[in-house]
């Protein structure tokens, strides 16, 4: 039996727990990096297994499937960008402050892991559905409405309506994101930020 060797140690994101078990943390660092450059249809388990430095049988004793582990995965990335976007933008006060914060922790997560970014962007369609339903209720499209209606509490935004104004500010930093992940954009993301804010504020004036 040929054994397989453990590959290079990638860092690991804060998406992913420090506490998972060292095969079971590389699998989830292997796949997120596939899926992102490489999307779930060019992705095998195979490709999981070697790039984590696993076996197939190893894998499958921590997931029961490419499904579970992009599933798992989905789940984990979608819940801490929304969580730390809720956190940020509540304990800002007004829309300035609110969307400088909104802004700021989404490029702070995207230089975190652009692959994590990039994977829940491009795989949204296919997984949501999927998702359970605690996940469900905690929409990024709906924390994009409510700060523009905060926006249209101070007076703002009067001739534009809110869901049209939050799919442009969602649609304006999934684009970045993919942008930034394949280099059209100069890194960190960070260096964005006040150009950013200007962009989306210009939406609410």
Not at 68 to 81: H, M, Q
Not at 128 to 142: F, N, Q, Y
Not at 153 to 167: F, I, T, W, Y
């Amino acid at each position: 039996m040929v054994a397989v060797r453990a590959p290079r140690r990638k860092s690991v994101p804060s998406f992913l727990g420090e506490d998972d078990a060292s095969v079971r943390q590389r699998i989830l660092v292997a796949a997120l990096d596939l899926f992102a450059n490489k999307g779930l249809d060019g992705t095998s388990i195979r490709d999981i297994a070697a790039a984590a430095g696993c076996t197939n049988p190893a894998l499958y004793k921590h997931f029961d499937g490419k499904q579970a582990v992009a599933l798992f995965l989905f789940e984990v990335c979608y819940s801490r960008l929304w969580s730390s976007q809720h956190a940020a933008v509540s304990a800002a006060e007004g829309f300035d402050a609110k969307l400088d914060a909104y802004v700021g922790r989404y490029l702070a997560l995207l230089d975190e892991s652009p692959e994590a970014m990039l994977f829940l962007n491009d795989h949204l369609r296919i997984l949501w559905p999927h998702a359970s339903p605690g996940l469900r209720r905690r929409s990024i499209l709906a924390q994009a409405r409510s700060l523009m209606l905060e926006a249209r509490k101070e007076g703002r935004m009067r001739s534009v309506d809110p869901d049209l104004a939050a799919a442009a500010v969602v649609g304006t930093l999934v684009q970045f994101a993919r942008m930034i992940h394949f280099g059209s954009l100069r890194r960190p993301a960070a260096t964005w930020h006040a150009a950013l804010v200007a962009l989306i504020a210009r939406v609410a004036d």
